[in-house]
């Protein structure tokens, strides 16, 4: 595996910040300095260190992105890039949890985990997603208490979602399901239409407000225990 990938993978950073701690001339493999970010550093047995620390290589990973619009929630780039690309981690071993549409933004997890993936998924307990959602029109504050019985849709009934309005046609709004283009078909429920998504939240875990769209950052501990 390339060492910048293998550094990013192991939090230190997106790869531009690879190359800088690598250009500083802080990273060696066993005991020889490695400044380029192509340098094939071998799993199995070679030992990497960064400033005398050596650096063990993470088994999993759980990352939270700022996904910008524009990049598609899929393995592979069509019409559209893969948000994989906009990450160092190999695609084949990447799951991306609940996924968003091309041309919403916001909060998206990325794990190797596949239990930790179900557990948010498909697990029993509901796990709640609030979006920021932007309306064509002013929203009808009567879909308030529609949307707390939930509404039709697939074939069954929707379970109950909070609408906080923040302005006429700005809402904030929360779900426990994940149905597909689920936001957007709410709003044509409501005579609307969406006309920017950002997710902002999946449980208790909040988007960082510190990351740039396209931007990442590894989970705390206390992050990836909220999904316990
Ligand atoms: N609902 C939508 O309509 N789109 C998304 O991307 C997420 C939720």
């Known amino acids: 595996m390339r060492i910048d990938k293998y550094l990013a993978h192991n939090q230190f950073g997106s790869r531009n910040d690879v190359k800088k701690i690598l250009k500083d001339k802080l990273v060696y493999v066993n005991d ?103 309306l064509r029109d002013d929203f009808n504050k009567k879909y308030i208490d529609i949307f707390k019985e939930g509404i039709l849709m697939d074939e069954s009934i929707l379970k109950p979602a909070e609408t906080e309005v923040l302005s006429n046609d700005t809402l904030l709004l929360t779900i426990s399901e994940g149905k597909y283009h689920q936001v957007k078909r709410m709003m044509h429920y409501a005579d609307n239409e969406v006309i920017y998504l950002k997710r902002m939240s999946i449980g208790k875990l909040q988007l960082d407000e510190h990351l740039e769209l396209g931007a990442y950052r590894h989970l705390t501990d206390e992050e990836i225990a909220y999904f316990d």
Do not use: W
Request: charged share 25%; with cysteine.
């Open 32 to 134: 020889e300095l490695v400044t380029k970010a192509s340098y094939q550093v071998n799993l199995d047995k070679d030992i990497v260190t960064v400033n005398d620390e050596v650096i063990e290589y993470l088994e999993k990973f759980y990352v939270m992105i700022n996904k910008p619009t524009g990049y598609i929630c899929s393995h592979h780039s069509n019409l559209y890039p893969s948000v994989l690309e906009l990450l160092p981690f190999d695609p084949d071993n990447t799951i991306m949890v609940g996924r968003l549409d091309v041309d919403t933004e916001g909060l998206l997890l990325i794990t190797n985990d596949g239990q930790f993936s179900h557990r948010i998924a498909h697990g029993k307990k509901d796990i709640t997603k609030t979006y920021f959602v932007k």
